[in-house]
T-cell receptor, first 111, second 119 residues
Framework: KAGVTQTPRYLIKTRGQQVTLSCSPI?????VSWYQQTPGQGLQFLFE???????NKGNFPGRFSGRQFSNSRSEMNVSTLELGDSALYLC??????????FGPGTRLTVL | AQKITQTQPGMFVQEKEAVTLDCTYD???????LFWYKQPSSGEMIFLIY??????QNATEGRYSLNFQKARKSANLVISASQLGDSAMYFC????????????????FGRGTQLTVWP
C-alpha cells in the first residue's frame, strides 16, 4: 500500500513569488492535513480537508490557502512568499481517529 | 498554555539500553488520542504508537510502549533495547474531540526530544 506522497520534495523560490505544493493521501483516506515545521516555531497546523471541505484552519495569514479534490488529493498554495515561509511542509492523511500518516514533506526555501 | 510539553530537548542512551521520553499534555476534553512520532534527519514523520484516552491498557508496538498515566496527564514513550537507528527527533502529539468529527485531523505537537543512541 503506497504511503502519502508529496511533490515536489525541494523547492527554491524568491520573495514575492507564489508556490503550490501537492499531497496525495493513502488510498481510502479522505482527510488531509497540512503542517508547517520550522526550527523556531516547531510543528504548526495549517489546515485540514475532508471530502473537499476545509474542516479546520490554523492561525496563518490568508496568503496560505489550500484545497482538496474529489480524489482526495490536496494542494496548498502560498502567495507573496516571505523569507519566514521557509520551512518543511508536511502533509498527513487519515481515515480514522487513531491514525495520521505523514508524507516525506516539501522543503521550501525562500531567498 | 501548551497542550503538549516535552521537557527533554535531548537524551542520550547507550545501545541495547531502555530509554524513556517524557510527554505531558493539557486538555479538558474527555475524549482524546495521544501519538508518538519519530522524525529522522530526512524529515519524514514516522508513526510509532497511539493511545486513546479511554484505552484501559498501555499501548505497545514492538520495542515501543506508552506509559499512560491519565490522572497525571502524562504519556511517556519507552523504547526498549535501543538501536543506533533509533537516533532521531521524537515528537509527542495529541488530538482532541475524538469521535465527534469536529477536529478530525488536527494534531498538537510538542517541541520534540532529540534522542542519540551511542554504541
Amino acid at each position: 500500500k503506497a504511503g502519502v506522497t508529496q511533490t515536489p520534495r525541494y523547492l527554491i523560490k524568491t520573495r514575492g513569488q507564489q508556490v503550490t505544493l501537492s499531497c496525495s493521501p493513502i488510498s481510502g483516506h479522505r482527510s488531509v492535513s497540512w503542517y508547517q515545521q520550522t526550527p523556531g516555531q516547531g510543528l504548526q497546523f495549517l489546515f485540514e480537508y475532508f471530502s473537499e471541505t476545509q474542516r479546520n484552519k490554523g492561525n496563518f495569514p490568508g496568503r496560505f490557502s489550500g484545497r482538496q479534490f474529489s480524489n482526495s488529493r490536496s494542494e496548498m498554495n502560498v502567495s507573496t512568499l516571505e523569507l519566514g515561509d521557509s520551512a518543511l511542509y508536511l502533509c498527513a492523511s487519515s481515515r480514522g481517529d487513531n491514525e495520521q500518516f505523514f508524507g516525506p514533506g516539501t522543503r521550501l526555501t525562500v531567498l | 498554555a501548551q497542550k503538549i510539553t516535552q521537557t527533554q530537548p535531548g537524551m542520550f542512551v547507550q545501545e541495547k539500553e531502555a530509554v524513556t521520553l517524557d510527554c505531558t499534555y493539557d486538555t479538558s476534553d474527555p475524549s482524546y488520542g495521544l501519538f508518538w512520532y519519530k522524525q529522522p534527519s530526512s524529515g519524514e514523520m514516522i508513526f510509532l504508537i497511539y493511545q486513546g484516552s479511554y484505552d484501559q491498557q498501555n499501548a505497545t508496538e514492538g520495542r515501543y510502549s506508552l506509559n499512560f498515566q491519565k490522572a497525571r496527564k502524562s504519556a511517556n514513550l519507552v523504547i526498549s533495547a535501543s538501536q543506533l537507528g533509533d537516533s532521531a527527533m521524537y515528537f509527542c502529539a495529541m488530538r482532541e474531540g475524538l469521535g465527534r468529527g469536529s477536529t478530525l485531523g488536527r494534531l498538537y505537537f510538542g517541541r520534540g526530544t532529540q534522542l542519540t543512541v551511542w554504541p
